[in-house]
């Protein structure tokens, strides 16, 4: 089934607290003790997050009510493609696709809606992260008000472990405050149409030189080891399998500071 909604619904998104706030910190590292994330690739693991896509979407009047209940497209199965679930306490909360995209692998959902922009600059030796599909289950959003983040966090250490130039999101215009207070994003591409939704989102960018330690100051918990960051986004080689669940590594690394 490929769905109606586009990879901008960022549907949990909320306005951050200050980040200066060390309670606020404290509360997202405590809850990260919590969080557990899964690379799903096939099987259960990926029906559960089709289905959690589905579950939020619709509790926001996003899309309309499908008997198969799922929500994925053929970028789901591109070979630069990391789809993953959250978990808290062993109860998915949240999922996030991330593609990595680069002159031998160009795929993306702001790819196919702003590849004139992206395209020649891939073509210079620029690589890009493209998180989309981020989806919460609506039952958990408002006891987990630290979701966004501990969701995000998987495009900062993304961002980190493909050394990419930036990091993109095509969002709705109202949701531009959240990635320019949180990333430090700025809009590079107008607003557009994604496939065939009645909604356009803007191509905004972080650019990761100038912005990640900036924001890696501002928010610690999105700090990752280089350990981590291999479990997360090392494919295995034949014969090998991939890590179940990934724990989360920030606490340690500011503890160690």
Same mark, same amino acid.
């Given at each position: 089934?490929?769905?109606?909604?586009?990879?901008?619904?960022?549907?949990?998104?909320?306005?951050?607290?200050?980040?200066?706030?060390?309670?606020?910190?404290?509360?997202?590292?405590?809850?990260?003790?919590?969080?557990?994330?899964?690379?799903?690739?096939?099987?259960? @693991?990926?029906?559960?997050?089709?289905?959690?896509?589905?579950?939020?979407?619709?509790?926001h009047g996003l899309v309309g009510d499908s008997s198969? /209940?799922?929500?994925?497209?053929?970028?789901?199965?591109?070979?630069n493609c990391y789809r993953f679930g959250i978990f808290?306490?062993?109860?998915?909360?949240?999922?996030?696709?991330l593609h990595h995209l680069s002159a031998v692998e160009?795929?993306?959902?702001?790819?196919?809606?702003?590849?004139?922009?992206?395209?020649?600059?891939?073509?210079?030796?620029?690589?890009?992260? @493209?998180?989309?599909?981020?989806?919460?289950?609506?039952?958990?959003?408002?006891?987990?008000?630290?979701?966004?983040?501990?969701?995000?966090?998987?495009?900062?250490?993304?961002?980190?472990?493909? @050394?990419?130039?930036?990091?993109?999101?095509?969002?709705?215009?109202? /949701?531009?405050?959240?990635?320019?207070?949180?990333?430090?994003?700025?809009?590079?591409?107008?607003?557009?149409?994604?496939?065939?939704?009645?909604?356009?989102?803007?191509?905004?960018?972080?650019?990761?030189?100038?912005?990640?330690?900036?924001?890696?100051?501002?928010?610690?918990?999105?700090?990752?080891?280089?350990?981590?960051?291999?479990?997360?986004?090392?494919?295995?080689?034949?014969?090998?399998?991939?890590?179940?669940?990934?724990?989360?590594?920030?606490?340690?690394?500011?503890?160690?500071?």
């Amino acid at each position: 089934m490929l769905d109606r909604v586009s990879s901008i619904s960022s549907v949990f998104i909320k306005e951050p607290e200050r980040s200066e706030d060390s309670a606020f910190t404290r509360t997202i590292l405590n809850l990260l003790e919590r969080v557990e994330y899964r690379f799903c690739e096939s099987g259960e @693991d990926l029906e559960a997050i089709y289905r959690l896509r589905y579950k939020s979407y619709l509790a926001h009047g996003l899309v309309g009510d499908s008997s198969e /209940h799922l929500i994925y497209d053929k970028l789901d199965e591109t070979s630069n493609c990391y789809r993953f679930g959250i978990f808290i306490d062993g109860e998915l909360a949240s999922t996030i696709r991330l593609h990595h995209l680069s002159a031998v692998e160009p795929y993306s959902p702001a790819m196919s809606v702003f590849g004139d922009i992206l395209e020649p600059r891939l073509r210079r030796g620029d690589s890009f992260v @493209d998180p989309s599909r981020l989806a919460a289950d609506p039952e958990l959003t408002s006891t987990y008000r630290g979701l966004p983040y501990i969701t995000m966090r998987l495009a900062v250490a993304a961002c980190n472990y493909f @050394d990419a130039t930036s990091c993109l999101s095509m969002v709705r215009e109202e /949701h531009q405050a959240f990635y320019r207070r949180v990333i430090n994003a700025v809009q590079v591409g107008e607003p557009r149409a994604y496939a065939s939704v009645k909604v356009y989102g803007t191509l905004c960018e972080s650019n990761c030189e100038a912005n990640m330690e900036k924001i890696i100051q501002r928010f610690p918990f999105f700090r990752s080891t280089a350990f981590e960051q291999r479990l997360l986004f090392q494919r295995p080689k034949r014969g090998e399998t991939a890590p179940l669940t990934i724990l989360p590594t920030a606490k340690y690394l500011l503890a160690a500071a």
